[in-house]
């Protein structure tokens, strides 16, 4: 008679099997991560290019011409006038910048102040003209006569003034100048009251940029 050992039923560990669940899932995720990462390290196409101006501003600058000569004459003092006396005096514009003017202004303004400069009717007047060429000089005293053409500049008014504007002027174009003569005139009609009087008249030009244009 043959004995058979009773058979017992084996029952798969429920903890293994989590585990081996839980080995997989990791598996997984770890390759899923190791896909992802490895879509950053693809080439991609790349292109650059660049370009670069300089950019600089101009210069408005006015200047007169030299003392001493024909060229700038304002500094010539003129004393013992009368009545009916003119005082003429030549001096050139000159546009040291690089940008054309849109204008150049005048003020003129006494540092030594008399009757001569105050009253406005019997007090000096002034004029300014300009030559298209150099101005001949003879003297002193000091006159001029032009061998070009001559233009009015400023005509006659009292000698102080503020902020006025000089026409017909070539040095607005930069690198221009102008041939300027100054004349001031001591009005016949000035009674005794001007006598032994003395003013001292400061010229100021003043040059103002053109306006603003494509560039």
């Not at 585990?19 to 991560?33: H, N, P, Q």
Request: proline share 3%; with cysteine; net charge positive.
């Amino acid at each position: 008679m043959l004995w058979r050992a009773p058979q017992q039923s084996v029952r798969p560990d429920s903890k293994s099997g989590t585990r081996g669940r839980k080995l997989l899932l990791t598996i997984a995720v770890l390759g899923a991560t190791a896909s992802i990462a490895g879509l950053g390290t693809f080439a991609t196409f790349t292109s650059s290019t660049s370009a670069s101006h300089t950019v600089a501003s101009g210069t408005v600058t006015i200047a007169l011409g030299a003392t001493g000569a024909s060229t700038n004459r304002l500094n010539v003092d003129a004393t013992a006038i009368a009545p009916g006396d003119t005082v003429q005096r030549s001096v050139d514009l000159i546009d040291q910048g690089t940008l054309n003017l849109a204008s150049v202004t005048l003020t003129t303004t006494a540092t030594a102040s008399s009757v001569l400069d105050t009253d406005a009717t019997n007090g000096l007047q002034m004029v300014i003209d300009k030559c298209s060429q150099a101005w001949t000089e003879a003297g002193p005293p000091y006159t001029y006569t032009c061998g070009g053409s001559t233009s009015s500049v400023l005509t006659s008014r009292a000698v102080i003034q503020t902020g006025v504007t000089l026409n017909n002027l070539s040095a607005l174009t930069a690198g221009a100048t102008d041939h300027l003569r100054v004349t001031l005139t001591f009005p016949s009609g000035a009674g005794n009251s001007f006598q032994n009087k003395s003013s001292t008249i400061q010229y100021a030009f003043t040059g103002t940029q053109r306006t603003g244009t494509d560039k």
